[in-house]
DNA sequence: TTGTAGGCGTTATCAG
DNA sequence: CTGATAACGCCTACAA
């Protein structure tokens, strides 16, 4: 009774066989006589063989393992795109080794750190909020490990990068808005630095410029964090404003449904005195009182994407400079906090 | 100039001394000489030697990675334990692999197929709702890997166990809607076969009884599985019912709000007409109107107890059978969609 | 205090 | 068609 796990010099020693003969065997090499394999085979079978990966990795120097750095999961929008990643890379002979970031750019440098020992052979990440140098997935991609960038943009890294055109999403948003008839639309903005932060913003602007409605600079507050304080105080911020806006533009849901029970508290009607759009459209943003309007992103399918890009980086050994940019369509869902046109 | 990454042998052959040598100094073996050790520690931090482990694992024959699986993280609920599951091991010299089984038995067999293969450390799990047999399980005990069951129970499983008193939770909101003068409480049932249904199902029972309140058996409406369809379905056959229930008291907070949803739309006042209590406290429940009376469960804390348990025998080699069972108290939470006492 | 040799499990190369 | 050997990078007896 041998201890441990059968291994192929088992296998050989009760065949009287070379490990070698075994291995290939296993592997349907074609110089191999059918008689053998067959018999090996039956054997290995029988014994419950299990090939030892950590030989593998060894060997072939690689872990056969990705990493996906995301900012957080208890929000459905990071949990949606990993379902999605998942989905693609079970299928694979590749494992999925999921990261937090907690939003912090000290922690991305660990995990990235981390993922480099421990041999990682390809990233997905969606940088952190504070994230403003690249220069560790520049370090990654010089040991020549792909990375793929999702959701949030990081400007001037050449990578492959699979985005939502968030420009134009909050300029539908606020356009609709407009066309609704408010004429003191206000925008909660997202934490600063993040590339979605300055894209929807944008859109917003434009949008007002677009429509000739002149900008009003208090009207736009950005909330430093995620949270639901950090939500409250901005709104009210908003609220308490000489010129209240008849509408606001969140930056998330999250943001939004936080924005929509301060205004509710203040006594406020929506959407008759002030139209509320999100962005991100969760699921439980359609059941809330009134429903969002909001803006839907494919997450999912951005998930899916992603890792099949990367796969096919791993795949062709890939070392071209030829990125990929892939950049989605959000659609506009209009609900019960807006007004009709 | 060699290619490839530093390893011991370069950092010998540069010192003129032994690859063991190096190894041992790096290691801070107690019997090297401290001149070595310091040369051999200057060199490999100028080099940027990085150890690898990949060839640690096979050599110790194990991964260092812990598996965990869950049936999905979109919701709230699985997403909060793993952060505080991740918030645990991060400290550690372990990595986390995170494994979604979509709450299907099929694929958390492949899953901890899978583990098994690369030779996982240590697995936590919370199994899908589909499954009844947890010999997959056992395989991995046997093999010597430590298994946690966290928030769904196995019931005959000999392991670890983080789980919340479910039965207690169900029991009090019952009670609590009991009284408020609540006389036809329904109860929207999670999928059969699972530990957490049983248990809230028994503490509605069980409140009913200690009320005596006598049971109207077509008021227990099993929702088969979590998407949103089949949770309006259950709900308008109770509401169809020729005695209307007063007060539903659902499986989770996702089914709570979908029913919600359906009572208004069939023009029922929330909680005059029809009291909801929901289960999970999730973070948008106080945002819903009425806002969710629910049970509060300590995620985050489940999350991390569990991996610390799951630590500890990894650290101790401890084949020991002394399983923990550790069970959590949940709160009642009394919002708007509720009556007063 | 340090060097040598062997092995972890697998595959690839080169013979035969 | 198959066998022996070396190698992946590191560690740990055993020797010196």
């Known amino acids: 009774m041998k201890k441990g796990r059968v291994t192929i010099k088992d296998i050989a020693r009760e065949l009287n066989i070379a490990p070698s003969t075994v291995s290939r065997a296993l592997n349907d090499h074609p110089a191999i006589k059918k008689e053998t394999k067959d018999a090996v085979k039956a054997l290995a079978e029988a014994l419950d063989y299990q090939p030892n990966l950590l030989a593998l990795n060894l060997l072939q120097k690689k872990s056969n393992t990705i990493g996906v750095i995301v900012p957080e999961i208890t929000g459905h ?3 949606a795109i990993i379902t999605g990643i998942q989905d693609v890379i079970v299928d694979s002979e590749y494992n999925i080794m999921i990261c937090l970031s907690n939003e912090s750019y000290e922690e991305e440098l660990t995990i990235v750190k981390r993922l480099s020992k421990i041999q990682i052979d390809g ?19 010089k040991s020549g490990i792909p990375v793929v ?5 990081c400007p001037g890294l050449e990578a492959d990068k699979v985005l939502v055109d968030d420009y134009f999403g909050a300029f539908q948003a606020v356009d609709y808005l407009i066309g609704t008839g408010c004429k003191n639309i206000a925008h909660l903005g997202g934490p600063l630095n993040l590339s979605t932060t300055e894209q929807r913003l944008q859109g917003y602007l434009d949008a007002l410029e677009k429509n000739e409605i002149p900008l009003k600079k208090d009207h736009i507050v950005h909330v430093p964090g995620f949270s639901h304080k950090d939500a409250v105080k901005a709104t009210k911020r908003l609220l308490e404003l000489p010129e209240r806006p008849d509408a606001i533009f969140a930056y998330n849901d999250k943001i939004a449904i936080s924005a929509m029970h301060i205004a509710k508290k203040a006594g406020l009607q929506i959407p ?6 999100g962005f991100d459209d969760e699921p439980h943003s ?18 899916m994407l992603s890792a099949r890009i990367l796969l096919s980086h791993l795949k062709n050994q890939n070392t071209a400079l030829d990125f990929r940019k ?14 009709e046109k």
């Open 77 to 79: 929008f990071f949990s």
């Open 123 to 141: 990233v997905l990440v969606a940088p952190s909020s504070e994230t403003k140098n690249f220069d560790h997935f520049r370090r990654l991609q």
């Open 149 to 153: 960038v999702f959701d949030r943009d």
């Open 272 to 277: 008759e005195e002030v139209s509320v759009i």
């Open 286 to 303: 359609s059941f809330i009182t009134p429903s969002l309007s909001t803006v839907w992103q494919p997450v999912y399918g951005m998930g």
């Open 326 to 339: 892939e950049v989605f369509k959000p659609e506009l869902v209009i609900r019960a906090s807006s007004r």
